[in-house]
């Protein structure tokens, strides 16, 4: 039952639009910039009356520190206080999650190089957003990885909340398969199990 709701919700939800970029952000700029309120955090899923709910949810693999040999010391890759920034409509919060070390196995049952095989750190992101109906421009960005990810959304009213997921496409090198040692690629939004990539 509540995946027939999650698609008929999805048949009222249009992405119109949605662009990835390679930019540089400053997540302390962003902390201390007053901005107009378009939505506010919340801690549970219940949909106030008039209001919409969308969770936004991103988990992506890091490589450790001093992979790489000339690596900048400054860099918070595979480090606790990992920054991501939410933008809404003009409205930003800036995050840091400290995420944890994980080791997995490089090969998958098939003996394939798994994207995210091998030892690194798991940062992940679920925010609850509680905003009016309508359309919004949601922005995902990843300063350490130079990156964001924009999806413009029209939002019907509904007491079921959104799921807005995005999942990462790491870098190859070479003909090498993609893993996530080279780094993020980009990031595919997916709006209530649908793929929006365009």
Not at 48 to 53: A, R
Not at 135 to 155: A, F, G
Request: proline content about 6%; charged content about 25%; glycine content about 8%.
């Amino acid at each position: 039952m509540k995946k027939l709701t999650l698609t008929v919700i999805a048949t009222f939800a249009a992405v119109w639009l949605m662009s990835c970029t390679q930019v540089v952000r400053v997540p302390e700029a962003v902390e201390q910039t007053v901005t107009k309120k378009v939505f506010t955090e919340v801690t549970n899923d219940i949909v106030e009356p008039g209001k919409v709910n969308i969770v936004v949810k991103l988990s992506i693999k890091t490589r450790l520190p001093g992979y790489y040999l000339l690596e900048s010391k400054n860099s918070l890759t595979g480090k606790p206080g990992y920054p991501f920034i939410i933008t809404v409509d003009g409205q930003s919060v800036a995050y840091r999650e400290d995420g944890e070390i994980e080791k997995t196995s490089k090969y998958d049952a098939k003996g394939i190089l798994a994207p995210e095989g091998g030892e690194g750190r798991r940062y992940t992101l679920v925010k609850i957003l509680r905003m009016q109906p309508g359309q919004h421009r949601i922005e995902i960005d990843l300063p350490e990885e130079k990156y964001t990810c924009r999806v413009n959304v029209t939002l019907a009213e509904s007491s079921v909340p959104y799921l807005l997921e995005l999942k990462p496409e790491y870098r190859r090198s070479g003909k090498q398969r993609p893993t996530f040692l080279q780094g993020l690629r980009c990031l595919e939004p997916f709006l209530n199990g649908s793929s929006r990539k365009s």
